[in-house]
């Protein structure tokens, strides 16, 4: 059986889509299953094990060569996780006799909801992401338990990030600090950065590592937090490929961050984590398994209950003390599992 994944949406979308992957590799061991996903996603495929074949999209007529040849490739089955008029497209081109998409699509576009053939009950608003991604195998016959993402980190990643603790880091145990995001709405005021970063290092022993991606919005906001530092920090802003990353929070003590694609690399490996929450939902996207505390809004403690309908927060409702009692929580004991 051939079957075609769907996944055009971020990176945080991409590493919750693993557990469906897993879950498809190990009930249907012999199928050859095959990838699409957005081409800025592609530093993450050499983590996600149990695909055959991976199909980068770009936009437009220059994923003409793409389209080809999902059209060659004589899929059995395609599983649209993205439901967009991209997805749909790629999905009418494989030509394939199965085609598995939410029955939300119904009622958001009656016209992309032509181009599939099997429907599937479940509301991504209800649910966790990597829920909604398994629920969609179900037509396969396969129900699993949810998980964590799952990741299978290079050992050449890991060499780069050994690197970095020996030459820079050395025997100094560290926390990393992730103030970026593309999405300027998710940030949290530079100088409650500086203030915890200082508290992790004079209250804490730990060496504040400040890790960003390279885009100008997050460039600009890390600027603005190392303006306001007091104490002396090791900066790899812009400087580490995203699997190198992932591969230096095995070594962490704490990740500090807003909702982000560290976020889900630290729930792959197990890493504790702090995590901030404003203008997206901590029920569709927090870390269930491993060990984080999720702050959200005014409440002065992590929260231990999610609901699926929860309006938009500022960030800046997160009190640095919120923060700060977090950061020393996690230290002190692994955080409960939320529910």
């Known amino acids: 059986m051939k079957i075609l994944l769907i996944q055009l949406r971020r990176l945080g979308d991409l590493i919750l889509t693993t557990p469906a992957i897993s879950a498809l590799r190990e009930h249907l061991p012999g199928a ?49 996780f993205t439901r967009s008029d991209r997805s749909a ?25 032509r181009f599939y053939n099997e429907f599937v009950d479940c509301a991504m608003k209800q649910m966790h992401t990597a829920d909604y991604c398994l629920a969609l195998l179900q037509p396969l016959g396969i129900s699993a338990a949810a ?52 508290f992790a290092a004079n209250e804490l022993g730990l060496l504040p590592v400040l890790s960003a991606g390279g885009n100008e919005l997050e460039r ?20 580490l490929d995203l699997l190198t990353l992932a591969a230096l929070l095995e070594h962490a003590r704490l990740l500090v961050t807003v909702d982000s694609a560290p976020m889900h690399l630290a729930s792959a490996i197990g890493t504790p984590q702090v995590i901030l929450f404003g203008p997206t939902n901590p029920f569709h996207w927090r870390p ?30 997160i009190s640095t003390t919120a923060v700060i009692d977090a950061m020393r929580s996690m230290l002190s004991a692994p955080a ?3 529910v």
């Not at 999610?306 to 938009?312: D, I, L, N, S, V």
Request: hydrophobic share 45%.
């Open 32 to 80: 050859q299953i095959a990838l699409a996903l957005s081409r800025e996603c592609a530093s993450l495929l050499p983590a996600i094990h149990g695909v055959q074949k991976t199909f980068l999209t770009k936009c437009g007529l220059r994923d003409l060569s793409t389209w080809m040849e999902i059209r060659r490739a004589g899929f059995d089955c395609v599983v649209d």
């Open 89 to 113: 497209w790629l999905t009418f081109l494989s030509g394939a006799p199965r085609r598995i998409v939410s029955d939300r699509l119904k009622i958001k576009s009656k016209f992309r909801a």
């Open 147 to 198: 998980h964590d993402p799952v990741l299978d980190l290079p050992p050449a990643a890991q060499e780069r990030a050994s690197a970095v603790i020996s030459d820079r880091i050395r025997d100094q145990p560290f926390a990393v600090f992730h103030p970026g995001s593309a999405r300027a709405e998710k940030f949290w005021e530079a100088e409650r950065w500086a203030k915890i970063m200082e």
């Open 220 to 239: 600009a906001h890390v600027t603005a937090v190392r303006e306001k530092l007091r104490t002396a920090v090791l900066d790899l802003s812009g400087q």
């Open 288 to 317: 269930r398994k491993s060990p984080a505390a999720i702050l959200f809004g005014e409440s002065p403690e992590p929260l231990r209950h999610f609901q699926a309908r929860e309006a938009k927060k500022p960030m800046n409702q």
């Open 336 to 338: 409960a599992s939320a």
